[in-house]
């Protein structure tokens, strides 16, 4: 069990930039999720997969943001036309389905946007 | 709409005693209830969980209980360690069909004292 591994760990870009981050779940795990978290709250569900279906997106999630996970494997998280207020931490998670919410947490991406 | 409330942003406790987290939610629909544990610079990491069922789980020096009349859980830690020292989110997660995440408070800071 190698753990949820995310990738980078950290990002700084400037505002209108694209970014794209990484997670490779825990391989046997078929829900993975992402949550975004900044300063003083608790993470903020974004989105998660089962396999490879996108099964529920955020009101959060506005249009700049897309996310995928081809094969049911790895995922990534794309932010287009960054803005400051996107500034964060954005963690991934994996799941085996049917465990009551024993989500495994990678070590996130700190994303700042200058 | 803050589904899971932590009120108290910080705890300081001294080595030895009992530490005590607080968690309110609203929604009744809940089906199991998380304590996470998190470091600075790392992903959550799950620490105790209890199904809506029930109304106390032990493990170790943790232990959770559930009043849901009062739609209220707690996590004891009994005896408090340096080690402890940690921010810890309460979660409560749902099977209803696909909508099946985490919704987390917002933390409470638990400084155990030497």
């Known amino acids: 069990d190698t753990g949820v591994s995310q990738d980078p760990r950290h990002k700084i870009t400037k505002r209108g930039q694209n970014v794209t981050f990484r997670c490779d779940p825990i391989?046997?795990?078929?829900?993975l999720y992402w949550y975004r978290q900044t300063l003083g709250q608790g993470p903020e569900f974004l989105t998660y997969?089962?396999?490879?279906?996108?099964?529920?997106k955020s009101r959060l999630l506005s249009d700049r943001f897309s996310a995928e996970r081809p094969k049911g494997s790895f995922s990534t998280l794309e932010i287009q036309r960054t803005e400051q207020g996107d500034s964060a931490m954005y963690l991934c998670?994996?799941?085996?389905?049917?465990?009551?919410?024993?989500?495994?947490f990678g070590s996130g991406t700190q994303l700042s946007v200058l | 709409d803050q589904q899971v409330k932590q009120n108290s942003p910080s705890l300081s406790v001294q080595e030895g005693r009992i530490s005590i987290l607080n968690c309110d939610y609203t929604?009744?629909?809940?089906?199991?209830f998380l304590w996470y544990k998190k470091y600075p610079a790392e992903g959550p990491t799950f620490l105790i969980s209890?199904?809506?069922?029930?109304d106390k789980n032990e493990d170790g020096r943790f232990t959770v209980f559930l009043n849901k009349s009062a739609k209220h859980l707690s996590l004891h830690i009994v005896p408090s360690q340096p080690g402890d020292s940690a921010v810890y989110f309460c979660?409560?997660?749902?099977?209803?069909?696909?909508?099946?995440?985490?919704?987390f408070g917002t933390g409470t800071r638990l400084q155990v004292t030497l």
């Open positions: 998670a994996s799941s085996l389905r049917g465990r009551g919410g024993k989500l495994f």
């Open positions: 391989s046997e795990h078929n829900r």
């Open positions: 997969f089962q396999n490879e279906a996108q099964l529920e």
């Open positions: 929604n009744s629909m809940f089906d199991y």
């Open positions: 209890i199904s809506s069922i029930k």
């Open positions: 979660a409560a997660f749902s099977f209803t069909g696909t909508a099946s995440k985490l919704t």
